[in-house]
């Protein structure tokens, strides 16, 4: 099989790859119906995250189940499923709990850019539709294995409630669908902080009523001039730099909550100013397989149609074309179909 490789900075090729086979009796191996790039995945682009070794990439996949262990009978060859990027077995404490992507047998995913995938702990992380979906709702469900389930998780963890002012911090991929969830969940006012105009243009449609383009005290300034001096009762946070968390943190009203979803990169909390502030916070990789049902059911029912943050496709021999576009900002989150 061929999949995406990353051998340094600036480096992906596309090349052949071992096959995906069956390694336990509980994975599942998947024929890949479309895949894509993660804005996470820039990081080891731009040299931010080392690599030490060149190695296979790509957490987000959804497609046709090919072969399954012995131990798995959640789901059959043939059947079309949706799982997360953290696998979880379903049935430990913490899945129990509703936090599946800490697991205790967790894995994460990490080869999914690639023709064929195997999905370790298949039976608790593989969801399979009822029947094939038209290939118009691919994208939206690609969306669900993390984005658009990383984004509801920054409205669940932020507790964003009806008739609440919510504002989300990063207009990329999972601050476009963390407007999504937001809506979704009944906040009144959302408030989308970005700067690139296609990208704020796509939030306003899937529900934004408030754009704010400037960033750091000036951003934090503007949202409490937008909520009477107080600041918003729900926070998304959906960047993950130190500057990202400093302005999340300073734009909600004391008794406010934020919920972080951008994977952190020397991010320092000050404690006097969090205990200060009365602020609540909570965040971490996205439980999305507790999500997974009702968000399948919201993209196949046409409620929400997260699969427009692609505004890129490209065959997957092509995946060093979509890094290159979505470092270079020319698009927002490039689909792979192979």
């Not at 998947?30 to 993660?38: G, K």
């Not at 469900?141 to 919510?166: F, I, Q, R």
Request: glycine fraction near 12%; aromatic fraction near 6%.
């Amino acid at each position: 099989m061929r999949g995406a490789v990353i051998h340094g900075p600036g480096d992906v090729r596309f090349e052949t790859l071992e096959d995906a086979k069956i390694l336990e009796p509980t994975d599942a191996i998947i024929r890949t119906a479309v895949t894509c790039v993660c804005g996470s995945d820039l990081w080891s682009y731009r040299g931010l995250e080392p690599t030490e070794q060149a190695h296979p990439m790509g957490h987000e996949y959804v497609g046709f189940v090919e072969e399954v262990g012995d131990q798995v009978t959640a789901v059959r060859p043939g059947q079309f499923v949706v799982g997360s990027f953290a696998t979880s077995d379903n049935t430990c404490a913490n899945c129990r709990n509703g936090f599946q992507s800490n697991c205790l047998n967790r894995e994460f995913m990490s080869t999914c850019q690639a023709e064929y995938v195997r999905i370790p702990n298949a039976q608790g992380t593989l969801v399979a539709t009822d029947q094939v979906p038209d290939e118009e709702l691919w994208p939206g469900l690609l969306a669900v294995s993390d984005v658009m389930g990383t984004g509801w998780w920054a409205a669940d963890a932020a507790e964003v409630t009806p008739g609440c002012t919510a504002v989300v911090v990063g207009d990329g991929a999972v601050g476009l669908c963390a407007v999504i969830a937001a809506k979704e969940m009944g906040a009144e006012r959302i408030i989308a902080m970005g700067r690139h105009e296609p990208r704020l243009k796509l939030a306003t449609e899937f529900g934004a009523t408030d754009i704010v383009t400037e960033r750091g005290q000036e951003g934090v300034a503007r949202i409490k001039e937008l909520t009477g001096g107080i600041g918003a009762d729900a926070v998304l946070e959906c960047v993950g730099t130190a500057q990202a968390m400093q302005q999340a943190l300073r734009s909600a009203r004391p008794g406010g909550n934020v919920g972080f979803v951008g994977v952190p990169h020397e991010v320092a909390i000050d404690g006097q100013e969090l205990f200060f502030s009365q602020v609540g916070l909570r965040g971490g990789p996205a439980p999305v397989r507790r999500y997974l049902p009702d968000l399948i059911d919201r993209v196949l029912t046409g409620a929400i149609n997260p699969g427009k943050v692609f505004d890129l496709a490209l065959p997957l021999e092509q995946v060093a074309e979509g890094y290159k576009a979505m470092d270079e900002r020319r698009a927002i989150k490039a689909l792979l179909k192979p």
